[in-house]
């Protein structure tokens, strides 16, 4: 082949057909065609038009090039959501505060509550008085000192027998005596002593008989010896359970003693049964003497 090209417009049919003749191996037709496109390259319109499809096929491919990124935009999508959220997140914090200002505010409620509730203490305060009223605590201790003074009638067996003489031995105390006419000689069994006091009534003899004892019954006696006339001497009987205060047992009476009349100069006087510890003899008068007299002094149960 022919590397120099000939200029002018017989040069490109000259090189058509140089290259057709040159190697023999294209046919006229397509020797044709390759020229015809290397005129339409040639031409500066033709230039221009092809710059415009080789710019419009870039921009084609850039778009395409842009189009085929999908997946940053995705990720960006998603990294602005996930910044978004915590976005999100503070506005339900109010509505905590709300809650905890709720919860503030109800303890200011509760006091006002206990407040209301403190009338039933008054309510409390009345129901002592129904405790009051039920007198069955009082009842009772009434009853368990009522026992002991059921139990003192138990010791009255202990003293029923009547032949025991309570006032055997007992201390006496007397209002007077004369020379050794003394008090104690009414206690000590001998029927041949006595006591006399002076002068004057009234005159007393008060016997110990050393504990509380249930009495009924009195023996009085004189001297019997016949020489002792008869005479009658008045005498009231008294009991004492603490020595200070004393509670008639007997009134006053006339006592006869007559040793000749066959009764030993003896007189027997009987009473209601009481408990005492003290035995008080008040004489007032004496019809024989003008002393008050007495001999012996036995006291019985009965």
Not at 161 to 173: E, F, T
Not at 256 to 268: E, I, L, P, Q
Not at 273 to 292: C, E, I, M
Request: charged share 20%.
């Amino acid at each position: 082949m022919n590397d120099s090209r000939p200029t002018g417009a017989g040069a490109r049919t000259s090189y058509s057909e140089s290259v057709v003749s040159a190697d023999g191996t294209m046919t006229r037709r397509e020797a044709r065609q390759i020229g015809q496109r290397r005129r339409w390259l040639s031409s500066p319109t033709q230039v221009t038009a092809g710059m415009l499809v080789l710019s419009a096929g870039v921009g084609c491919l850039a778009f395409a090039a842009l189009g085929n990124r999908p997946a940053p935009q995705a990720s960006n999508v998603i990294a602005v959501e996930k910044t978004q959220e915590p976005t999100l997140a503070p506005p339900v914090e109010p509505t905590t505060t709300l809650d905890a200002a709720a919860t503030s505010a109800e303890p200011t409620k509760e006091p006002k509550a206990k407040a209301s509730a403190e009338p039933e203490p008054k309510q409390k305060t009345a129901e002592p008085k129904e405790s009051k009223e039920p007198g069955a605590d009082s009842q009772p201790a009434k009853q368990k000192t009522a026992e002991p003074a059921a139990k003192e009638p138990a010791a009255k067996p202990k003293a029923a027998d009547p032949s025991v003489n309570l006032a055997a031995s007992r201390g006496v105390q007397e209002s007077s005596h004369t020379q050794d006419y003394v008090a104690g000689n009414v206690t000590d069994g001998d029927v041949y002593s006595y006591w006399e006091a002076t002068e004057g009534f009234p005159q007393t003899l008060t016997i110990d008989l050393g504990k509380q004892q249930t009495v009924g019954r009195f023996v009085l006696s004189l001297p019997p010896v016949a020489d002792w006339n008869s005479r009658a001497q008045t005498i009231s009987f008294a009991g004492s359970k603490n020595g200070s205060s004393y509670n008639r047992i007997k009134a006053p009476a006339g006592y006869t003693f007559d040793a000749n009349s066959g009764s030993a100069n003896t007189v027997s006087i009987s009473t209601a049964q009481t408990r005492v510890r003290y035995l008080k003899l008040t004489f007032s008068a004496n019809t024989g003497w003008p002393n008050a007299q007495l001999s012996e002094l036995r006291v019985h149960s009965s």
